[in-house]
């Protein structure tokens, strides 16, 4: 027959049957096995038994029905419970009593709460009396068997039962429970009673096994309860697990003033300090403490109240460290002098704590530096770089509205419409702004990078307010799909509530969550010395390089400050959207011939070199890879709905114009305007990200590119003679063929050879190509006989393998799609393995096979995401790039990837 129980001193049992630890803890779950461990140590640990997940996972298959031999095994371990402490369940002379607690393999705290005193009945309430001389003790324990076995056995509404204690308090003219005395609490267990009559139909059942019974299977039915769903669903646990059922001797903390009962963490849980952390109380059961029913008392406390009980315990907590190697959240009970342990499990913590914890563990000699790396999370290191809000207020309020948590961070600021006025009062007016838009367009990266957060009704993961966000570390919410902008009206409507412009909200961009108001942040320090420590043991461990994209010489700075080993994405056309160059380069689109377009090339020229001059010098010694201009030209100029709109305006307002001059005027901007419209729309194209860009680009229009390159190899140069170690890689986007690229770098690493005979000086130099096409993946063999790098431009490599828009489908099909499980993940958030990932293979195993050295890494936005750097590393990329705020992050998740690939 199946083994469904182990008592707590059967722990050698379970491991046979489970094979290993880890598999002790699937079946006992981590509570269960935890006390089984303990018993095994000598640890004083009340005398019980386990019903496993197994018989939980049975039980649901059976339709809520016993499998053959839980409930025999049940009652032979509760006889041998009986041996161990001399005690009898259900006789009133000399009655033993327990807890029924819940205990899946990963903790889940408050999905299933806790029964105690099982075991109580009139009789033996009686007798007990008797034999205590202490009848509020036993009334205490009465009512709290009544109250937790009808709200959490029978799943009755607890405010009743609280309705009832308030009112015996009021009556008594008592302000806490301490205070209540055996009559109050008899009366208050009578009214509790009622309750139960009157909820379940039924008395409140005397016969202890039946009380056993029940509560076993209300912890095995409570596995399936909507919250343990959900908690599971946001924790990542899998659904299969099932819950052990944990039955415990009672040890009470309600005997009197020398008895208490109390939580307790063996480190600091928020800063990671080591000290004892905790809250305990005397004379009081274990849920009075976390109920928050009496205010507590903090665990220093029991140092003056009971010293050698808190050295005892000071002894237990060191002793559990040293044997689980982690930081433990402990549950006791002193009962009349007596520690009792009830629990311990590794103890939750902030991102602080955990990073100071590992650090300290390794050098107090617990852990090691490949231990401690990978205890810590990639969201742990994230929160350091980013401003939160204050937890302790978002707990009491409501989001008014949720979208894509895009960005990480907190953001608090008044509304601001449009890039202008965002970026007016905040540099003008030193306000703190939200920029708020149904979508963002390059143009208003100006707004953007004066906003403290971005939020738009539009718009996914790798949409434009997305991408800049990450990039310049603005926290951000997108695709709110509530949310009404009315831009003439100066206002935003979620549902009734109406915010205007100028008006303040919150923004969480780690959860994705919006707030009215003001609220209070808390800014993380990234220069954390337990953080670079840790960061400096991922950089031992990792394999592959971790690089940034970079537009600007600040961002380089910031990159390299956070870790970067060189920039593997600089964007050329970020820097044509300052505001002082719009014009020439609009110029230059607009140009009637290639005199004219040459004259606004020129004019760029010393800009663009000055760019990477900066660049260039801070990033001394490590690569950087310059991508061309990439984007279709229409994008640099205004669309042609606003221009289509500004004229029509125009010729109104000519017909109030009174004067020669003002209609001269008026008529002077229709022709300027009227000149944009028409080259607008024959730049137009019906598809513009398939269409005119990239190396397509650079093919029509030879000048562009060669300025490009001129500029940067002239500030290589430059830099060079000035003793600046420069490793300039030029990147030309978009190939699909390998004629493209043999045009294309053909002429522009001639220019390249005639800057260094002009200035008289050599450097080394790469050039290379973004596969961002799945034709260029498929003849990667072909493409590196030209190439001297890959750069793996995964955002467009997804979207051109789904076939979807990237801008479009996550506010559309693709969250259809997640719900439904037609895909289990976002492809814009995580590389697809199963196809994006197999063409980067294929390209990979076919660009090295003709150029054995060759040099491959991701620009994309999936650089930061620790899945896809898992997947780069696997597949020998050398580096991956991303953010600069998300270097860090990446630099952990390299080294997560190298560890899970030696196991």
Known sequence: MKKYVYLFSE????????????????????????????????VPVPPGFTATTEACNAY??????????????????????????????????????????????????????????????????????????????????????????????????????????????????????????????????????????????????????????????????????????????????????????????????????TSATGVAMSRNASTGEHELEGDFLFNAQGEDVVAGIRKTDPISALQTGMPKLYDEFQAIADRMEKHYRNMQDMEFTIEDGTLWLLQTRDGKRTAQAEVRIAVDMVNEGLISKETAVARVSADQVDFFLHPQLDAEVVKELTPIATGLNVSPGAAVGVVAFDADIAEHWAKEDGKQVIMVRPETKPDDVHGMLAAQGILTSRGGRTSHAALVARQFGKPAVVGVSELEIDLDSRQMAIGELVIKEGEWISLDGTEGLVYAGKLDTVVPDMSNEYLKTLLSWADEIREIGVWANADYPRDAERARSYGAQGIGLCRTEHMFFEPERMPIVQQMIMAKNITERVEAIDKLLPLQRGDFDGLFRAMDGLPVIIRLIDPPLHEFLPSHDELVQSLADLKVRLQHFSTMSEIDEALAEIRVKQNYLERVEALHEANPMLGTRGVRLGILIPELTRMQVRAIFEAACDCAKAGVDVHPEVMIPLTSHVNELKVQQTTLEAEAKAVMEERGININYKFGTMIEIPRAALTADEIAEVAQFFSFGTNDLTQTTFGISRDDAESGFLVEYQQRGILEENPFASIDAKGVGKLMNIAVELGRGTRPDLEVGICGEHGGDPKSIALCHNMGLNYVSCSPFRVPVARLAAAHAALASKK
């Open 11 to 42: 722990v050698e049992q379970a491991e046979k049957h489970a094979g290993s630890w880890d598999g002790v803890r699937g079946l006992l779950g981590g509570k269960g096995a935890n006390l089984a461990d303990m018993t095994r140590l000598n």
């Open 60 to 257: 649901l298959a059976a339709g809520q029905t016993f499998p053959e031999g839980l409930w025999d095994q049940e009652l032979a371990a509760m006889k041998a419970v009986e041996e161990a402490t001399g005690k009898k369940f259900g006789d009133k002379e000399n009655p033993l009593l327990v807890s029924c607690r819940s205990g899946a393999k990963f903790s889940m705290p408050g999905m299933m709460d806790t029964v105690l005193n099982i075991g109580l009945n009139d009789e033996v309430v009686k007798r007990f009396i008797e034999r205590t001389n202490d009848p509020r003790f036993v009334y205490d324990s009465y009512r709290r068997l009544v109250q937790m076995f009808g709200s959490v056995v029978m799943e009755l509404d607890d405010e009743p039962f609280e309705e009832v204690i308030t009112a015996q308090r009021e009556k008594a003219g008592v302000t806490n429970d301490s205070q209540m005395t055996g009559d109050d609490w008899k009366a208050v267990t009578e009214a509790f009673k009622q309750i139960f009559r009157r909820g379940t139909g039924t008395d409140f059942p005397q016969d202890p096994f039946v009380q056993l019974k029940l509560a076993t299977e209300a912890v095995f039915r409570s596995w399936n309860g909507k919250r343990a769903i959900d908690y599971r669903n946001a924790a990542h646990i899998a659904h299969s697990l099932g819950t052990a059922v944990n039955i415990q001797t009672m040890v009470f903390g309600n005997l009197g003033d």
